[in-house]
Structures are given as C-alpha cells and as structure tokens.
C-alpha cells in the first residue's frame, strides 16, 4: 500500500524539508522492499506476518540514530529510533493501534515506559472519546 504513493511521499518530504516522517498502517511483510533516496527506513510488520496494520519511520540519512526493541501487540505496533540531541537523547515512536481493540490508558502507559523519559509518539492511535460519539 505505501509504495502506491512512494512519487507523492518522496515529493512531501523534499518539498517540506522533513528530517523524520512517521508512518502508521504500512501493510508490510518481511517480502516487502521501500526505499527513498536519502532517507533510512526503520519498520515494524503486523505479527502475524501478513499484510496489515505495521509501523515505519523515515530518517533523513544524515541523522545518526539507533532502532530501539520493536514493540509488538496484538493490539499496538510501535517502530521507535533514538536520536542524540544537543541537551539530551530523544525517542521518536511511530504507533498504530488497530481499531477492533478497546486500549486502556495503563496499556498506553506501560508502552510510553519503554520509550525512556524524553519522547515523541505519533501515528493512529484510534482512540475513542464518548464525547465524540464513539
């Protein structure tokens, strides 16, 4: 699914200047091959192997980082990098959590500990809000 848009990603990062661009639901496999030019690509394959849900994150190559553990759940994905900053290390997490699961807020809590103390966590998180209706 994500190499269908590979030309419009490529022409995003390029024309916004992005260092680091995460990416949620890429529909990976272990056979699946994604490459921009100038980028490293850090991922995570739904565990069952087949071709749903997963994470990503793109890094501009001049970027030195580190791929931390893949966290794996039925019901949350995260591909998670850490990079040195100038007063101290920051993790970066692409998250997906399927939508069919019902997460709890000490869930959330017990993967934002595995991030370390200073973190950036984005992607779809499909949360639900009875005060949005669902």
């Known amino acids: 699914m994500l190499n269908q848009h590979k030309n419009k990603i490529q022409l995003f990062l390029t024309l916004n200047h992005i260092?680091?661009?995460?990416?949620?639901e890429t529909h990976f496999t272990s056979r699946s091959h994604f490459?921009?030019?100038g980028y490293n690509?850090?991922?995570k394959i739904h565990p069952d192997g087949t071709?749903?849900?997963g994470t990503a994150i793109l890094i501009?190559?001049?970027i030195a980082y580190y791929e931390l553990l893949k966290y794996t759940e039925t019901e949350m994905q995260a591909t998670s990098v850490k990079i040195s900053g100038q007063l101290n290390d920051v993790t970066i997490a692409a998250v997906?959590?399927?939508p069919k699961h019902n997460f709890k807020a000490?869930?959330?809590?017990k993967f934002f500990h595995t991030l370390g103390e200073t973190f950036i966590a984005g992607g779809d998180?499909?949360?639900?809000?009875?005060?949005?209706?669902s």
């Open 51 to 53: 071709a749903h849900g």
């Open 125 to 133: 998180l499909n949360s639900k809000r009875t005060l949005w209706g």
């Open 19 to 24: 260092d680091i661009f995460l990416i949620s």
């Open 60 to 62: 501009k190559s001049t």
């Open 35 to 37: 490459a921009i030019p």
């Open 41 to 43: 690509l850090s991922y």
């Open 96 to 98: 997906y959590c399927p």
């Open 106 to 109: 000490y869930q959330f809590e």
